[in-house]
């Protein structure tokens, strides 16, 4: 098997003494998308700055391409693709100056760049835009040129912070096409994201951290059978309140969120027999899936 492209163990760091990384063992295998998920202030922000040399780490080992201990190496960042969650471009300049300019902090020659400019284009759908300023684009073509930009020098690994946050359903769904296509031509893929589609679609594996420490990590699916009853009945009042003591006796498990019940079963057949008359009630029968788990593991109050 292969060699792990990251391979991370007992990983800490402490911002003015709180433990913001807490001994995070992981590895990203060529080939796969790897996902990390979390709520705001999970630590997914810290992790992706060690492991591109952004911040030092205090504890633990990371390893890259299973050679490399320090990530600011530069033979690295030949080798490592990032996108970052705020898109960095330089609006004054056109759409293939932002390619020349970003080729030239890895060395290479301006002909080499060109002559990748014109497939990174098609690849983002940006062909026609070309010569634009960077500031008349749009902010999902933004993004778009923001991934490219990161490809311009072949790497192994992409690295992408919630890469498609703010965007259109179009635009999102465009990037996930572009992903994939990565993916299957071999690039390795670590990404954060916030929408639980997103990851479900993309990623072969994922872990969910909380405080900076793992709650899970496998096959999205594989996590989803692990944690979860296989399906799920959301039950709300067509005039609220919700009357949660006449549906204590669902069979399923329950859990309420503003005036919508959860009933989490085995059979979702069965709830909905129970709830035959209800006319009072809007019921939606669904399978469980990777946001259902999200929220059992790290809770639903809100972050900031």
């Given at each position: ?13 402490r911002y ?229 003591e006449s ?50 593991l790290t ?6």
């Amino acid at each position: 098997m292969s060699c792990p492209l990251i391979r991370v163990q007992g990983l800490t760091k402490r911002y003015h003494q709180r433990l913001v990384v807490d001994h995070l063992d992981f590895e990203v295998r060529p080939g796969e998308c790897f996902g990390m998920l979390g709520p705001n202030g999970a630590g997914k922000s810290t992790t992706l700055r060690i492991l591109t040399g952004l911040t030092p780490k205090e504890g633990g080992e990371v390893r890259l391409f299973d050679r490399f201990t320090n990530p600011a190496d530069p033979e690295v960042h030949r080798r490592m693709g990032v996108v970052a969650q705020e898109d960095n471009l330089d609006d004054d300049l056109t759409v293939v100056e932002n390619f020349l300019v970003y080729g030239r902090y890895f060395g290479l020659e301006e002909s080499l760049i060109r002559s990748r400019v014109a497939e990174l284009l098609e690849f983002a759908q940006l062909s026609e835009r070309r010569d634009s300023a960077v500031r008349t684009l749009s902010g999902g073509m933004k993004r778009r040129l923001v991934i490219a930009r990161a490809l311009i020098a072949s790497p192994e690994l992409l690295i992408l912070d919630e890469p498609t946050t703010g965007l259109d359903p179009q635009a999102r769904h465009l990037i996930w096409q572009r992903l994939t296509a990565l993916k299957n031509q071999g690039t390795t893929l670590f990404l954060t994201t916030h929408y639980m589609e997103e990851a479900a679609r993309l990623c072969d594996r994922l872990m969910i951290i909380e405080a900076g420490a793992i709650l899970a990590m496998g096959a999205p699916q594989a996590l989803i059978a692990a944690h979860l009853e296989p399906e799920v009945v959301e039950i709300r009042p067509r005039h609220p309140p919700l009357d949660r003591e006449s549906l204590a006796r669902l069979p399923g498990r329950l859990e309420q969120a503003g005036d919508t019940l959860y009933c989490h079963t085995l059979d979702a057949s069965e709830v909905m027999a129970h709830l035959r008359g209800r006319h009072d009630l809007i019921c939606l029968s669904r399978p469980a899936g990777l946001e259902d788990l999200f929220l059992k593991l790290t809770g639903r109050e809100l972050r900031d």
